[in-house]
């Protein structure tokens, strides 16, 4: 199976940053790579998909990027509904795996 | 509006069997592949399986083959998620998802507790 490691695991930020969130896959997964946000008890909620491709009604201040093995989300200014747990998740090949998640918190 | 709605969880002894559903509305229902994804307490996510639109291809995460059987109704706009010899590290809240290669919409969870 692809493993799919996020870093960093959590961090604090503080509105108005701007913060990268990184998730490395354990082999090429080409472009198939999409982002989610979670919020505490709620589902998560797709933001970006086939790498960077922005979700429709999802807020461009999120982007995502990259191919192959590396990849990255970006939150250009952190707004507070933004503070959330995050995570990858590869479906180039099964089991779709995904990363152990990234938790922004508040500063 | 696309809606999930997952059903079906509960507690269960250590060995026992659970059928999930998830009932979906607001789009074509027999159009698209659909999964099952699995939160344990306060961890992360877990993707357990997937079924194409016919139900002629399923795949599963090792950790559940040859106890969990994902199926549909395309008929009922529903999709089940039968679950054996259930075992303490299946306890999770457990999601249906729409599935075209990402999940682009998610049910609200069903929590399945396995303990004596």
């Known amino acids: 199976a692809i493993r799919m490691t996020q870093s960093p695991s959590s961090f604090s930020a503080s509105t108005g940053d701007r913060v990268t969130i990184t998730c490395r896959a354990s082999?090429?997964?080409?472009?198939?790579l999409a982002w989610y946000q979670q919020k505490p008890g709620k589902a998560p909620k797709l933001l970006i998909y086939?790498?960077?491709t922005l979700q429709s009604g999802v807020p461009s201040r999120f982007s995502g990027s990259g191919s192959g093995t590396d990849f990255t989300l970006t939150i250009s200014c952190l707004q507070s509904e933004d503070f959330a747990t995050y995570y990858c998740?590869?479906?180039?090949?099964?089991?779709?795996?995904f990363g152990g998640g990234t938790k922004v918190e508040i500063k | 509006e696309v809606q999930l709605v997952e059903s079906g969880g509960g507690l269960v002894q250590p060995g026992g069997s659970l059928r999930l559903s998830c009932a979906a509305s607001?789009?074509?229902?027999?159009?698209?592949?659909m999964s099952w994804v699995r939160q344990a307490p306060g961890k992360g996510l877990e993707w357990v399986a997937n079924?194409?639109?016919?139900?002629?291809?399923?795949y599963y995460v090792d950790s559940v083959k040859g106890r969990f059987t994902i199926s549909r109704d395309n008929a009922k706009n529903s999709l089940y998620l039968q679950m054996n010899s259930l075992r303490a590290e299946d306890t999770a809240v457990y999601y249906c998802?729409?599935?075209?290669?990402?999940?682009?919409?998610w049910g609200q969870g069903t929590l399945v507790t396995v303990s004596s």
């Open positions: 998802a729409r599935d075209p290669s990402e999940l682009d919409y």
């Open positions: 607001g789009f074509t229902f027999s159009s698209y592949w």
């Open positions: 079924i194409k639109q016919d139900g002629s291809e399923k």
């Open positions: 082999q090429g997964i080409s472009s198939y």
């Open positions: 086939a790498a960077s």
């Open positions: 998740q590869q479906y180039y090949s099964y089991p779709h795996t």
